[in-house]
């Protein structure tokens, strides 16, 4: 093996070694810039109880495993895909020779599935594990259970973190040796705003409070500068703001999840000689990732992350104030190379409040690839596993609820959730649930590559620039011919690699196909988010009726508001939104019906008092969810119905519907002055007032309502 360098991080490699020679679990607690990364996994490819096994690295980014694979090869001397090879998402460089591959999170949860024992594996390493996405702790837990059931020979686990509690994770992993290095960080001078904002201003507002903070670092500091914000809109108002500004000398770079892996890495890589560079970043960039050169960071202080909002069925984007920990490895971002200068837009008085550390994914998340994981791992009970903090049982329950809408999953006579044969093909392939219903539901109907091109498209997104509300356009720039930009080349080119990728997971299941022509995308949308087709109810406002029952607004939308019906990919809203917002739709034809999308139809029936005829009169409604699409009288209406719509009309009329006379008003009032002499908890009078009566209406006036259709005849005494 090539001489290693001597990093902060080798001072404690032999007590590691020994730890895992000795057991079979580590912790390992590293600041960034340790080496952990890039020096551990090599220190331990020699270890005898490895000997003849593989290594498996987990990065929770595709552009961070791609640079650490190409790293721990350059340090070994080697090309990638020899000793050191990557395996994630669309992309793999690995050979028979490989012992160490870095994976994506998302990998691993996949290889367990396929080969439960991880045969030829002997230590999985979970690195960057403070971040603690739904992956990562889902990756660990499996492994505990396979190494329990399913192996003949110990698999080795090393979790390796930066700012996490190590304690509980050593707890986790049955009282494995802690063992913390110190970093190679210089001092980092921190610089203080007054602001004690804690919501975040608007986003020009913001814009221009970064700008500005970046300008002044810009005169006083040299070298390059990272900038941290909340997302990508920010990102780019920041831009803008700060490319009318600048003068030469300068390269504004980007860095967030919707990057390419291309453009990720021109930020990454250092700039021209002469030039510096400043680098826009949103959470990303706090670990994992090494941007060279930097010596100054200006923090904006705040994060944005996806909640799922299981009572909507939605996930809303919540914009907070960032973690003591994020702060500390922002800032820590500045001393890699010497000392550095960190300016945090907030007041030290007000750091006091930040939250010590990030929620996990795991108690925020939408659970229901989680569900789908573990119903294909043969349990429905996440307390069969070992967690760091589990799921909580209201939001798996909602889960399993989504899968069971996709006729995904089902509840046994015996009280256990299993997969359904449907469920079980979604298990194959690697996309989200939905996505894979929409995969399966396309090869069924015959148009497996129009549907992988659209799964690949929403789950990568449209182009930069083009997050129209209507996906019309963003489709027909995949089937039309290759012109545009070259950053929309290299958008349309990664999502049809993904599309043939799932279109590749298809057709090796092999299913059989029951042709219908016309299946549109906004059919295969539709028939993906049933919840989410939607009705226009108000053209001026924008107002929809959801399947769901919820209401949401289309703003913006250009022809797509002339769209009566939608079938909507996208919907949500941001914390302290009243109402959702439909970001991504197509026009939904009303035939579709009467036609393929049958299938969501229901009837029923209902009453209603009819106020002009003073009478309750029935109705058979033709629905998609909450939707109405048609009504038809119905002559009979069940008694049932007829007392429950009565007693709604007298509620909502506040009790003047019945036939009140004057004798029974003067019979109230008596009572109630009888009730005021005789007042105490004891009092025999009962409280017959309007209000009184409203409050119990169900108790005294529901039975009297039984067979009736009118209020006329209805005796009050």
């Not at 005169?219 to 500068?225: Q, Y």
């Not at 670990?287 to 992350?305: A, K, N, P």
């Not at 059989?512 to 028939?527: D, E, F, R, Y």
Request: hydrophobic share 45%.
């Amino acid at each position: 093996m090539a001489e290693l360098p001597a990093l902060p991080v080798s001072e404690v490699v032999p007590k590691l070694r020994q730890a895992l020679s000795d057991g079979d679990e580590a912790v390992l607690e590293a600041p960034p810039g340790a080496g952990k990364t890039t020096l551990v996994p090599l220190t331990l490819l020699d270890l005898p109880a490895l000997a003849g096994q593989k290594i498996l690295l987990l990065e929770p980014r595709r552009v961070a495993a791609k640079s650490a694979a190409a790293r721990l090869a350059q340090l070994l001397g080697e090309p990638l895909g020899k000793t050191v090879g990557y395996r994630m998402r669309l992309e793999r460089k690995v050979s028979a020779a490989t012992r160490l591959e870095v994976i994506t999170e998302g990998v691993l949860s996949r290889q367990l599935q396929a080969d439960p024992a991880l045969s030829g594996v002997g230590l999985v390493i979970f690195d960057e594990f403070h971040e603690r996405s739904l992956e990562a702790d889902l990756g660990l837990a499996l492994c505990l259970q396979s190494r329990d059931i399913f192996r003949d020979q110990p698999l080795k686990l090393l979790v390796m973190s930066a700012t996490l509690d190590g304690e509980a994770v050593a707890e986790l992993l049955g009282g494995a040796p802690l063992i913390r290095s110190k970093g190679r960080a210089y001092p980092v001078a921190v610089h203080w705003q007054a602001s004690t904002d804690t919501v975040m201003p608007r986003i020009d507002a913001l814009a221009e409070q970064v700008g500005t903070a970046v300008l002044d670092v810009t005169a006083s500091h040299e070298g390059n500068v990272l900038v941290f914000l909340p997302g990508r809109a920010e990102i780019q108002r920041t831009y803008q703001y700060l490319e009318a500004r600048l003068g030469a000398g300068y390269r504004l770079c980007t860095m967030h999840g919707s990057l390419s892996l291309d453009e990720q890495q021109i930020a990454i890589a250092p700039p021209p000689v002469g030039t510096r560079k400043i680098v826009l970043a949103t959470n990303i960039a706090e670990t994992s990732l090494t941007i060279e050169g930097i010596h100054t960071v200006v923090d904006s202080g705040w994060q944005r992350e996806a909640q799922f909002d299981s009572a909507r069925g939605v996930t809303r984007l919540h914009t907070r104030r960032i973690s003591k920990a994020s702060a500390t490895q922002r800032a820590g971002r500045a001393g890699r190379l010497g000392p550095g200068q960190c300016y945090r837009l907030w007041s030290e008085q007000g750091h006091h409040s930040f939250a010590p550390n990030a929620r996990p994914d795991i108690l925020q998340a939408d659970l229901s690839a989680l569900a789908l994981q573990l119903l294909s791992w043969g349990i429905d009970d996440p307390a069969e596993l070992q967690w760091l903090d589990p799921p909580s049982p209201g939001a798996f329950n909602k889960a399993l609820a989504s899968l069971e809408t996709l006729n995904a999953a089902h509840k046994q006579s015996s009280g256990v959730w299993a997969l359904t044969a449907h469920g079980q093909l979604l298990a194959q392939l690697s996309a989200a649930p939905r996505l894979a219903h929409l995969l399966v539901l396309g090869a069924r109907w015959g148009c497996e590559e129009q549907a992988a091109q659209l799964a690949a498209l929403l789950q990568q997104g449209q182009p930069r620039g083009g997050q129209a509300v209507d996906l019309s356009a963003s489709l027909a720039s995949l089937s039309g011919a290759k012109t545009g930009s070259e950053k929309l080349g290299n958008w349309r080119a990664s999502v049809l690699k993904q599309a043939r990728q799932w279109l590749a997971q298809l057709r090796r299941l092999n299913l059989a196909t029951q042709a219908h022509g016309g299946i549109s995308n906004a059919i295969l949308l539709a028939a993906t988010y049933p919840e989410r087709i939607a009705k226009r109810l108000d053209r001026q406002s924008g107002e929809y009726q959801l399947a769901s029952g919820r209401r949401a607004l289309l703003k913006d939308a250009g022809a797509l508001a002339e769209a009566p019906f939608l079938a909507v990919a996208a919907l949500g809203g941001r914390e302290r939104g009243s109402t959702d917002r439909i970001f991504e739709a197509l026009p939904l034809p009303e035939s579709v019906f009467d036609g393929v999308l049958g299938y969501l139809l229901n009837s029923r029936d209902g009453a209603v008092f009819d106020a002009s005829a003073g009478k309750v009169k029935g109705f058979s409604e033709r629905c998609v969810g909450s939707i109405v699409l048609s009504a038809t009288p119905n002559v009979r209406v069940k008694a049932e119905q007829a007392a429950q719509a009565l007693l709604a009309a007298i509620k909502s009329s506040s009790l003047t519907l019945l036939p009140w006379t004057d004798q029974i008003r003067q019979w109230q009032a008596r009572v109630m002055l009888l009730r005021e002499v005789f007042a105490g908890e004891d009092t025999p009078w009962p409280d017959v007032s309007d209000e009184g009566l409203l409050a119990t209406l169900e108790d005294w006036l529901l039975p009297a309502l039984q067979g009736k259709s009118d209020c006329k005849d209805l005796p009050l005494a």
